[in-house]
């Protein structure tokens, strides 16, 4: 044995006198079971690399609190994990005892006083159970944590069997979701509320390396002003990689430590995802949107404003340069539908070839078709590619970039107005990026256009609304159930032209669909105020129509908080190049006001886009008191903020009145009962 290494056991036996027959067998079973060439290499005395390599990722992922360190309840919880019993405090104490004893850098005390185990101390423990002929502890470990016997991770732990149908999609379950919010959090050493670049190196020490490292990343989701990934940001882009490569999730999740919990379907990491239901819909069928990531493909001719479009889905500055894109440009953000639900949406940018793949083309949920709107040939490259691709089926959708510089008429037998309609879609949507223009907002136009397809009502620009905050367990005894609605001209003209008028004049859509954007508000905010029973809206509790009621009250107040002159008295006046202290603003508006207002800004933190007054509620909603009162959000802004003027082609449209609306104020009113 000294000779061939090779050799584990040698024993001595003799079948007539039936001398260590069993002895026999189970070494033959545990050379077998549990070998100890893969692990240990005798002629050195010590672990071998992949061992000790698989001994060293199992103490990260059983390090939960991330000290280095293994204490009692981490023990405790591997124990637990491996062999299904917990340890005894005698136990423990004989483990650290029995490791320090080789090195004193094998344990170290934590904050309550108790000796955990170093990464070292853990090793050599393994080290000291082979040595002592006790494999089968080191291999049930092994396995328990998904290797094989070659000391990989084996096939069906990395990639369990998940079916999916054609006609689906995958995403993240909310057992996905609260595993990788847990990782995020863990490795946010710093509570910054990122992850930097040692952070994420740190992360993935467990597993074969970034899996975005050649993708753009981190540039391809929400970061802060450093470049760390931000959790918004590291939930979007595993949203994006479950949608396009739902493989990888899974990967990773083992990887990364994932465990189901103990309710969980199925006890592998297929808990993690989800399937959702046929991402087609038959066209006119109205229904609700059940799938959270939504999967666009952004096409155009070669500088017409597609990767400036894409960077301003994730708040990123306008960079001027054009630069070409190599291969497929991939970016993801979360972004707010009707009603308030936040959903993902995915943006790929690549070449018009890839149409040529009918199965690649399926998966697209709407296509973002993207020309210069200064460049008279750009138009005509976007109805090539409708007229050369089956396009039918699929929401399109046209978005005409640089609208902040002059309008060049397109060669093309129409112009693009005129070609959408033709084909029944929404003429097209004006953008500039570089002036931070964007008619619904950077990439929101994607899913826009998917819920105009299928009768989903699409979401505009906010104006002013009135949000009930009261917890719904506290207001059951006020409250009543009230449709949505679709009719609001019809509804407002019908003996309320006055209210209509005044409407008209300081409440506009920033693309002239009035009627559209109020029934936006209402079946938003409205529904929410509608559930108030008419003794709670009024004195004698008789109310003729909920929703003049809600948009009186709403004009009524509006009136009262003329933002831009509250800021004028302070010399804060729009500007598109000079910024102002945020904290001035804040200050301007809390004199009028008498508390702060809630300030949210858009393109990177630096804009502001709304303004949002808090009151309390003192008696009916409609004849009460509003009590003015600290936010009831928080601010999101940069301290240097620009207050932008509105774009010429809205002051055309507003006329005299735009000072009144350069900013979008929202009144929250919180009911007091």
């Known amino acids: 044995m000294k000779e061939f290494k090779e050799i584990e056991t040698c024993v001595e036996a003799s079948a007539k006198t039936k001398t260590n027959i069993n002895e026999i067998f189970y070494f033959a079973q545990r050379a077998v079971l549990h070998p100890t060439a893969p692990l240990y290499d005798s002629r050195q005395h010590t672990l071998k690399p992949a061992s000790a390599s698989a001994l060293s990722r199992i103490f990260r992922l059983c390090d939960t609190n991330k000290d280095n360190l293994l204490d009692s309840t981490e023990l405790n919880r591997f124990q637990l994990k491996c062999f299904g019993t917990p340890l005894k405090q005698s136990e423990l104490d004989a483990i650290m005892e029995l ?139 595993w949203s994006m990689t479950t949608l396009l490569d739902h493989k990888t999730t899974l990967a990773y999740l083992a990887y990364l430590g994932y465990e189901p919990s103990s309710n969980a379907p199925v006890q592998d990491s297929t808990s993690a995802l989800k399937t959702t239901p046929p991402r087609r819909r038959r066209k006119g069928e109205v229904g609700k949107v059940q799938r959270n990531v939504f999967l666009a493909y952004v096409l155009g001719a070669p500088g017409s404003g597609k990767t400036s479009l894409l960077r301003s889905l994730l708040n990123k500055q306008f960079n001027g340069t054009h630069t070409s894109t190599n291969g497929v440009l991939s970016v993801v953000n979360s972004v707010e539908v009707e009603g308030g639900a936040e959903k993902y949406l995915v943006c790929q940018e690549f070449e018009a070839t890839t149409l040529k793949n009918s199965k690649k083309l399926q998966l697209a949920d709407v296509i973002v078709l993207v020309y210069d709107c200064s460049d008279a040939n750009s138009f005509s490259y976007l109805s090539n590619l409708h007229q050369n691709y089956n396009l039918d089926g699929i929401p399109c959708v046209y978005v005409a970039t640089k609208s902040d510089l002059d309008l060049a008429q397109q060669r093309h037998e129409v112009q693009p107005d005129v070609y959408c309609r033709r084909l029944n879609l929404p003429v097209p949507i004006a953008v500039s990026i570089k002036t931070n223009q964007t008619a619904v907002g950077g990439g929101l136009v994607g899913i826009a256009a998917i819920l105009t397809k299928y009768n989903w009502r699409p979401w505009i620009s906010s104006g002013i609304g009135i949000i009930r905050h009261t917890k719904v367990e506290k207001t059951l005894g006020h409250c009543m159930g009230y449709g949505q609605i679709t009719a609001m001209a ?69 009136k009262g908080l003329p933002t831009y002159r509250f800021l004028e008295k302070k010399g804060i006046v729009p500007s598109s190049t000079r910024k102002y202290k945020f904290a001035d603003i804040k200050r301007a508006l809390k004199e009028e006001f008498g508390h702060e207002p809630t300030i949210h800004c858009d393109g990177g933190g630096d804009k502001i886009h709304e303004v949002w007054y808090s009151y309390n509620l003192v008696g009916p909603l409609l004849s009460g008191k509003l009590i003015p009162r600290e936010p009831a959000a928080r601010d999101n802004c940069k301290s240097d903020v620009y207050y932008l003027p509105k774009h010429q082609a809205r002051r055309h449209q507003m006329g005299e009145f735009q000072e009144e609306s350069f900013t979008i104020s929202e009144t929250e009113i919180e009911l007091l009962r």
């Not at 003996?495 to 109020?518: C, I, K, Q, S, V």
């Open 490 to 558: 019809h509804t407002l003209t019908a003996g309320e032209t006055e209210l209509y008028n005044e409407m008209n004049e300081f409440w506009l859509d920033n693309r002239g669909h009035n009627d559209y954007f109020w029934q936006h508000e209402y079946n938003k905010h409205g529904t929410c105020y509608s559930t108030l029973k008419p003794s709670c809206r009024t004195d004698n509790g008789t109310s003729v129509n909920v929703l003049v009621d809600y948009f009186k009250k709403i004009v009524e107040t509006y």
């Open 99 to 237: 490791v320090s004893q080789h090195s004193n850098q094998t344990v170290s005390k934590v904050s309550n006083g108790t000796l955990a185990l170093t990464e070292l101390g853990f090793i050599l423990l393994h080290t000291i159970f082979i040595q002592r002929g006790r494999l089968e502890t080191t291999w049930t470990v092994l396995r328990k944590f998904g290797y094989a016997q070659d000391l990989r991770l084996k096939e069906e732990f990395l990639y369990p069997k998940f079916d999916v149908n054609a006609d689906s999609s995958v995403e993240l379950s909310p057992d996905g979701y609260s595993f990788f919010t847990e990782i995020f959090e863990k490795f946010d050493i710093d509570k910054d509320g990122a992850l930097s670049e040692n952070e994420l190196s740190d992360l993935f020490l467990t597993s074969p390396g970034n899996p975005w490292m050649n993708k753009g990343f981190p540039d391809t989701t929400l970061t802060d002003e450093k470049g760390a990934v931000t959790l918004q940001g590291w939930l979007a882009q």
